[in-house]
C-alpha cells in the first residue's frame, strides 16, 4: 500500500477542508499573548516600586531649597526660587561639616580595614584545608546572626575598659568588628569561584603566599571586594545604634548623630528648611557611591553564578 505526504483534510461545516498540520499554531499565539499581558504587568510594577522610592528622595530635594512657609503653605509644589542659604545654615550653624568629617574618618577607617582583614580570612578559609576550617567558617556565619543589641551593654564595658570610649579608633575597631561575618561570608563564597590554576602557576614561579594573595589573587577579586565594599558603606554610613551608645561626645559625633541632633533642635526653632538640606546632604553620597559603582555592584554578584 502506498502513502502519501499530503496531510489527511478534516471537514468543516463550511465545506471546506482544513489540514491537521495547521491546527496547532493557534498554541504559540495564545502564549504569546499571555507573555505579553506578564510583560506589561511586571513592568506596570517596576514602574510604581520606583515611583514609590524616588518620589519621596525628590520631594526631599525639592524641599531643601524651600524657605518654611512654602514647606506649609505648598508642600508639593516647586521653589520659587533656590534658597542656598538652607544648606550654608545647615552646613555652619548645625555643625554639618564636623559630622561629616568625622563620619569620612571612621567610615573610611573601618572599610579600609573591613576589606583588608575580610579578604585575607576569607581567602585563608576558601583556599586552605585545615583543621578548624569549618568550625571557623561557621563562627563567621553565627556573628551574621548575633543581634547587636544583645552585645551593646558588654561592649560598652569592653570598650571603656580598654580606653577606647569617645575616640575615633575606638569606633573604628567596634565597625570592623561589626562588618567582618559578612565581609568573610560574602568573600569566601567569592574566592571559591577564582581559579586555581593562576595560583598555582604563581608558586610554581616561586611566589610567596603572601605575593601571590596581594598581586594576583586580591585583583581578580576586584567585583567582589567592591560589591561588599558597597554594602558595608551603606552600612556603616547609616550606622546609629553603636556610636550612640560607645560616642557620647559631642565633638566627636558622626552624621547620624547629628542629623538627630539637629531635628530636635530644629524641631523647637521651627527651621524645617535646614532640617531637610542636612537630610539631604546625608543621603548624597550613598547615592552617588550607589550610582558610580551599581555596576560593579551587580557584577560581583552575579560572579559566582557566571563562573
Excluded: C
Aim: no cysteine; net charge neutral; hydrophobic share 50%.
Amino acid at each position: 500500500m502506498k502513502t502519501t505526504d499530503t496531510a489527511a483534510s478534516v471537514p468543516a461545516e463550511s465545506g471546506a477542508s482544513v489540514s491537521k498540520v495547521d491546527m496547532p499554531s493557534a498554541a504559540p499565539a495564545k502564549e504569546k499573548k499571555e507573555g505579553n499581558v506578564l510583560n506589561v504587568f511586571s513592568r506596570g510594577m517596576l514602574v510604581l516600586w520606583a515611583f514609590m522610592v524616588v518620589m519621596p528622595l525628590l520631594w526631599a530635594v525639592m524641599t531643601s531649597f524651600k524657605d518654611d512657609s512654602s514647606i506649609f503653605s505648598s508642600p508639593w509644589a516647586l521653589p520659587d526660587k533656590l534658597h542656598f542659604d538652607n544648606w550654608a545654615r545647615a552646613w555652619t550653624d548645625a555643625n554639618m561639616s564636623d559630622y561629616f568629617l568625622n563620619t569620612i574618618l571612621v567610615v573610611g577607617g573601618s572599610l579600609i580595614g573591613t576589606l583588608v582583614l575580610g579578604s585575607m580570612a576569607a581567602y585563608v578559609l576558601a583556599r586552605f584545608d585545615f583543621p578548624g576550617n569549618r568550625f571557623i567558617y561557621f563562627l563567621f556565619i553565627g556573628g551574621m546572626s548575633f543581634p547587636i543589641m544583645l552585645a551593646l551593654v558588654p561592649l560598652f564595658y569592653v570598650v571603656n575598659n580598654m580606653g577606647l570610649l569617645n575616640t575615633i579608633h575606638g569606633l573604628i575597631l567596634v565597625y570592623i568588628a561589626y562588618s567582618l561575618p559578612f565581609t568573610v561570608f560574602f568573600l569566601t563564597a567569592f574566592f571559591r569561584t577564582l581559579p586555581t590554576s593562576v595560583a598555582e602557576a604563581a608558586f610554581v614561579d616561586g611566589a610567596s603566599h603572601s605575593r601571590t594573595f596581594f598581586q594576583i589573587m586580591l585583583p581578580m577579586a576586584k567585583p567582589g571586594l567592591i560589591s561588599v565594599g558597597i554594602f558595608n558603606f551603606l552600612g556603616q554610613w547609616n550606622q546609629y545604634m553603636l556610636p550612640t551608645v560607645l560616642n557620647t561626645d559631642p565633638d566627636k559625633r558622626v552624621l547620624t548623630q547629628g542629623l538627630v541632633q539637629l531635628a530636635a533642635s530644629q524641631g523647637y526653632k521651627g527651621d524645617w528648611s535646614g532640617l531637610f538640606a542636612g537630610l539631604v546632604m546625608a543621603m548624597l553620597p550613598v547615592l552617588a557611591a550607589y550610582i558610580i559603582f551599581q555596576r560593579q555592584v551587580v557584577q560581583g554578584l552575579t560572579a559566582g553564578a557566571l563562573k
